[in-house]
């Protein structure tokens, strides 16, 4: 069996994460048992979820163990398999870690996922098409649950969730206001994404700053919103909303790194009378085809066009990751492997 | 036709309100018009909502203008009407504000409603049976939306809308836990609204020591959270939220007076996948008569049995409104005219 180079989380970050929290080693790889299938990654994904689970505290997942291999999306190609309905060649999608092999029990449930790459592309079922794609659409479908012409605001708009959120928000016949950090980004979302504007938080780094913004960007107010950041961009947007809207809270990463960051006025939510909600995508798994089928639909209609941002090479997964917390990526931030 | 008293709104609060912003006067009570009622109030209803309305802030309803009669909830029996569905002697609930007499529009959606004493006692149209018993009910039934066995928790325990959740909530046979000032309080609401425990946040005056009686009172964790007060009881309740929580933002006095108050943590809200929704109950009007007739019933088998504080005469209720904000009054706060 071929010998496998991994990332082990080797300790905790105390207030922002560095390269020194991750460890490259290599390991064995397995012989396989029955029932087992031996998957080489083409492709990792790095999502802002990590972030979270490095720390070890209260949270919805159990923290990433450490001395472990970093946890995480994976797609890749089947090379051996010990499993009747996987065979060597099949195209997969996984949650194979930070490393270059996995085995996985074929069986185990949500584990191994075989995938069409005829008409998506296989580094898609990590973002649009995947775990990042079904949280757009989860947020937008469930908790905002616009009507047509409602006006929605997205943050971290050129990534992988922002990206996917614009193109089922248009979809709905939705006016969608994106806000990303630069004037690059920005006039990406507008020209590539199908946002109808974005605002550059970079240009608007205080809640004043940034309310004006939504306001001029918003002229009716606020319906919904999709939080992936949290901070003072969240205050701003609750200064703008309309009565009876909804907040999808999917990401704080602002405050990942050490305090809690406040909200600075929730009285707001009882004035205009707004529905906050947290979720976790992971948790509403029953949802995912329908989610799927429909993201699959708008790439193939050309309506969803997400751009990827490529670190070549598992050695370079800690930085590439370190720098999406910084919002240095454009759009979803892969790890090519192969 | 009688002079009537009545309490204006004669300038806002700078800060802290106080008697200083009301005054009292006299005015002629207008001839009836054609379509018209003239109710004597029995009772007028003072709420913590009003607090709000005296400042001029956006917020969902417009301020109280200022030098017009203080408006507010009334009950009152009918003493001239020139409407047909009206008769002299009819006891009615409305809106007829801090004065003695009002002439209103008995065709007036929502303004003048006819009700049953002979089973439940006139002035509870203003607590139990009214506004705040459907606050309450709204709130638990539309977006606490309990199952059996949760656990439950409410602030402003002993007052009109905390006495009626109690009720409420045991009728679906949830734990229910109030939060309220001074052992006093406390040891009515276990003993006589059937609160299982109640926590007095003067022994608590701080988010840890409150976590920690939470904590105590609910070792299964908080499954519904009804707000009538914010500020660091909020953050404290946050704490001990389960997964898939919800909170029934209903008042957030605390932060009447001056800035407003943030919340600590809303990184929360995702991590627990929370609910946070904000409602007001007079924009449900087409639920009232389901959540009334349960209300109703329930005063009728005896299993709510709220208290009153009752002022004596228009003078007094400047100041029992500023004594309810501080939480001086036990249950519904009044003021009796008749």
Same mark, same amino acid.
């Given at each position: 069996?071929?010998?496998?180079?991994?990332?082990?989380?080797?300790?905790?970050?105390?207030?922002?994460?560095?390269?020194?929290?991750?460890? +490259? %080693?290599?390991?064995?790889?397995?012989?396989?048992?029955?029932?087992?299938?031996?998957?080489?990654?083409?492709?990792?994904?790095?999502?802002?979820?990590?972030?979270?689970?490095?720390?070890?505290?209260?949270?919805?997942?159990?923290?990433?163990?450490?001395?472990?291999?970093?946890?995480?999306? %994976?797609?890749?190609?089947?090379?051996?398999? =010990?499993?009747?309905?996987?065979?060597?060649?099949?195209?997969?999608?996984?949650?194979? *870690?930070?490393?270059?092999? /996995?085995?996985?029990?074929?069986?185990?449930?949500?584990?191994?996922?075989?995938?069409?790459?005829?008409?998506?592309?296989? /580094?898609?079922?990590?973002?649009?098409?995947?775990?990042?794609?079904?949280?757009?659409?989860? *947020?937008?479908?469930?908790?905002?649950?616009?009507?047509?012409?409602?006006?929605?605001?997205?943050?971290?708009?050129?990534? $992988?969730?922002?990206?996917?959120? $614009?193109?089922?928000? !248009?979809?709905?016949?939705?006016?969608?206001?994106?806000?990303?950090?630069?004037?690059?980004?920005?006039?990406? $979302?507008?020209? @590539?994404?199908?946002?109808?504007?974005?605002?550059?938080? !970079?240009?608007?780094?205080?809640?004043?700053?940034?309310?004006? $913004? +939504?306001?001029?960007?918003?002229?009716?107010?606020?319906?919904?919103?999709?939080?992936?950041?949290?901070?003072?961009?969240?205050?701003?947007? +609750?200064?703008?909303?309309?009565?009876?809207?909804?907040?999808?809270?999917?990401?704080?990463?602002?405050?990942?790194? &050490?305090?809690?960051?406040?909200?600075?006025?929730?009285?707001?939510? +009882?004035?205009?009378?707004?529905?906050?909600? &947290?979720?976790?995508?992971? @948790?509403?798994?029953?949802?995912?085809?329908?989610?799927?089928?429909?993201? /699959?639909?708008?790439?193939?209609?050309?309506?969803? !066009?997400? =751009?990827?941002?490529?670190?070549?090479?598992?050695?370079?997964?800690? @930085?590439?990751?370190?720098?999406?917390?910084?919002?240095?990526?454009?759009?979803?931030?892969?790890?090519?492997?192969?």
């Amino acid at each position: 069996m071929p010998r496998n180079p991994q990332i082990l989380l080797d300790n905790r970050p105390q207030g922002e994460a560095t390269v020194d929290n991750f460890r +490259l %080693t290599e390991a064995d790889t397995p012989a396989l048992a029955p029932g087992q299938v031996l998957v080489r990654h083409h492709y990792l994904s790095l999502d802002p979820y990590m972030r979270g689970r490095m720390n070890d505290s209260k949270s919805y997942a159990a923290p990433q163990p450490l001395g472990q291999v970093m946890q995480g999306g %994976t797609v890749g190609v089947v090379e051996e398999s =010990r499993h009747p309905r996987f065979q060597p060649g099949d195209s997969v999608v996984g949650m194979g *870690g930070w490393q270059t092999y /996995s085995v996985v029990d074929g069986d185990a449930p949500g584990m191994l996922r075989k995938v069409d790459t005829a008409h998506v592309p296989l /580094s898609y079922y990590l973002g649009a098409v995947g775990m990042p794609g079904v949280t757009a659409w989860y *947020g937008l479908d469930q908790i905002i649950a616009p009507k047509e012409g409602d006006t929605l605001v997205v943050s971290a708009a050129t990534g $992988a969730v922002g990206s996917a959120f $614009a193109a089922l928000a !248009r979809a709905r016949k939705c006016r969608v206001v994106g806000i990303a950090g630069g004037p690059e980004k920005c006039a990406y $979302a507008v020209k @590539e994404l199908g946002f109808d504007h974005c605002i550059d938080y !970079r240009a608007h780094p205080d809640v004043k700053s940034m309310a004006g $913004a +939504l306001k001029a960007a918003c002229p009716d107010g606020i319906d919904g919103y999709f939080e992936n950041v949290g901070g003072y961009i969240l205050d701003a947007v +609750l200064l703008r909303m309309n009565a009876f809207g909804r907040i999808a809270l999917c990401g704080m990463i602002a405050g990942y790194d &050490g305090q809690p960051l406040p909200m600075a006025n929730p009285a707001l939510i +009882l004035i205009n009378r707004l529905k906050v909600q &947290g979720f976790i995508v992971s @948790e509403h798994m029953g949802m995912w085809p329908k989610a799927l089928a429909e993201l /699959s639909d708008l790439v193939q209609l050309g309506k969803l !066009r997400p =751009r990827e941002s490529v670190a070549q090479g598992l050695a370079a997964a800690p @930085e590439a990751f370190l720098g999406m917390l910084k919002g240095k990526n454009f759009g979803k931030q892969l790890v090519k492997l192969v």
